[in-house]
């Protein structure tokens, strides 16, 4: 009867931390929640370099990554195309459709998490649950981890691993609500304003 009461108790010890894990569908809803956000974000790359900036959020489809000196790039997404703007050049920046990257599962207008085959991974450590997503119909375009703390739900920071390394972004507190001009968001603007042409 002591050892049945020991392994009890045990069990019950280990249940918190699987019931801190947040559900699939309060994590939606949270994504949900908000169209607008911006916010101080820090970038770990794949070769171990850091930078920072600042990050502006705009669902479904749009996302801006200014980044501060002495890295003067930005990244964008706008019109279903990602755009990475390299200041050494007054080229066209480098350009590929949003759909293929794992960011886009953040960035729908009703992001579903619960989708079949979409998560392929939901844990917790007791402080923060892990999502990792990727697109079931074409996983080999990379996953994306999602970290989320509790009380209440917010995203702290994402990893997106394409195959040929991970890069991470840690968030700051992000401010959500706001109307965000959508100047931000176009590569075409922005690809005048960098090169001077009509």
Known sequence: MNKLSLALAALLFALPAQAERIPLSALSAYLNSFSTATGKFTQVNA????????????????????YDPPTPAL?????????VFDPKSNQPPEQYPLSRTPLNLILERNVDLSRARMVVGHSSDGKTTRV???DP??????SITLV????????RQWVIDDGSGATTVILGDLKTGMRLPASLFSIVQETRKRTGSD
């Open 47 to 66: 070769d171990g370099t850091i930078s920072t900036g600042q990050v502006y959020i705009n669902r479904p489809g749009r996302v801006r990554f200014e």
């Open 75 to 83: 990244v964008m997404a706008g019109g279903g195309q990602v755009a």
């Open 132 to 134: 990792v997503a990727q």
């Open 137 to 142: 119909e074409h996983p080999d375009y990379g």
């Open 148 to 155: 989320f703390t509790a009380a209440p739900v917010e995203l």
